[in-house]
């Protein structure tokens, strides 16, 4: 069953994929290094799959895939937002750590409410 937030939350992360792997292409330098490039797309997206992972396990509950589809809207929009200002407003030769610890920070609130969600999909679960 897949409810609006449920798809909601999918668009919004394959948006911060996205966007998130083109801020990549645009700011890297991938003649010289391109392993070094694409580990560091895929560690900057890792936490949108994480948040995709989410909206699998809560799909059942609609109060958890709310709690998946506003936490992965938050997550979407602070790591998107915080790469456009580096990359493009707030240039600076050290934005380059922003791939790294943005999706740092971003797991970081993943984990909460990958819990929370998950307890209250169990309990949606447990009360059939």
């Known amino acids: 069953m897949k409810t609006l937030a449920t798809r909601l939350a999918v668009v919004v992360l394959l948006a911060g994929i996205l966007a998130t792997a083109g801020v990549a292409l645009d700011a890297g330098n991938w003649r010289e ?21 989410l909206t699998t396990w809560t799909r059942r509950s609609l109060t958890a895939s709310w709690i998946v589809a506003i936490a992965a809207l938050a997550a979407v929009l602070f790591g998107v937002g915080a790469l456009v200002d580096g990359f493009f407003i707030h240039t600076d030769a050290q934005n380059g750590l922003l791939f790294i610890f943005i999706p740092l920070w971003q797991w970081v609130w993943w984990v909460p409410f990958a819990v929370l969600s998950s307890i209250m999909a169990a309990r949606k679960v447990g009360a059939r």
Not at 34 to 45: H, I, P
Request: overall charge positive.
């Open 33 to 53: 290094g391109r392993l070094a490039m694409a580990l560091f797309t895929v560690w900057a997206v890792s936490p949108y799959a994480g948040f995709l992972m």
